[in-house]
């Protein structure tokens, strides 16, 4: 349900119910139909936990899309940090087969984040674990310090993922439990509209007082329906 109609729908079922309620030539009527203010109560408290959860979903994709932009933008920069580096480490271990191997300096780079974070992990570990590899740095100006400081923030990416990825989850579990939630309305909303149907049958007027979602009384089919052609 698009955004606009599930707020109107909220916004309908929410006037439904109260004046129905509310309304003492209403509810005087529905209450026959065992509408009493305790059933009542029940399609209210959905109505309030249908728009709560609606707006609970709301913040939740916020948070989402907060942290997919900051993990974005941390894998943005670790990328041009380790690409810096790696053209670098090329030129200085190249023709190390130990170094073209432990630091997997050969090949294309992966796309996905689970392939790059893999190659760029595996780039500072192995390079900050052996001397032969930092010495060979060592000449481009590249101290040990400035390899771990370039490997937190490689490592700082994976900690934005995990937020994005927990934040994803929320989003989609926010708007399955706001969906549901929005069937049972639905349901509850359906059946007091068929019973205002019929308990104001006779006087179909009083159900504009119901608001936007009030039943509508079908006009009975006039004219006389053409005879059927009989094929010989």
């Excluded at 310090?145 to 934040?167: I, S």
């Excluded at 059946?191 to 006779?202: I, K, M, N």
């Excluded at 009083?206 to 009989?230: D, I, N, Q, S």
Aim: with cysteine; hydrophobic share 35%; proline share 3%.
């Amino acid at each position: 349900m698009p955004k606009s109609s599930r707020s109107k729908f909220l916004q309908g079922a929410r006037t439904l119910v109260e004046n129905a309620a509310g309304l003492p030539e209403m509810s005087s009527v529905l209450s026959g139909y065992g509408y009493t203010e305790a059933r009542f109560k029940e399609g209210l408290d959905l109505v309030d936990a249908a728009d709560s959860l609606s707006k609970r979903t709301s913040l939740e994709y916020g948070e989402k899309m907060e942290a997919s932009a900051e993990f974005s933008g941390a894998w943005a920069t670790a990328n041009v940090v380790y690409s810096k580096t790696l053209k670098l480490a090329r030129i200085a271990l190249g023709d190390d087969p130990k170094g073209v191997a432990a630091l997997r300096l050969m090949g294309t780079r992966k796309q996905s984040f689970s392939g790059w974070y893999d190659q760029a992990g595996t780039f500072y570990e192995n390079m900050l674990g052996d001397k032969r590899f930092t010495d060979g740095l060592a000449v481009f100006g590249y101290t040990k310090d400035r390899l771990r400081d370039e490997k937190k923030v490689v490592d700082d990416v994976m900690k934005k993922y995990t937020t994005h990825a927990y934040e994803s989850g929320s989003a989609q579990a926010s708007t399955a439990e706001r969906d549901r939630k929005l069937k049972e309305l639905d349901s509850w909303v359906s059946d007091l509209r068929g019973v205002c149907e019929v308990a104001f049958y006779d006087t179909p007027d009083e159900l504009e007082k119901l608001g936007p979602l009030a039943p509508t009384r079908r006009r009975a089919a006039t004219g006389k329906k053409k005879p059927a052609v009989v094929k010989t």
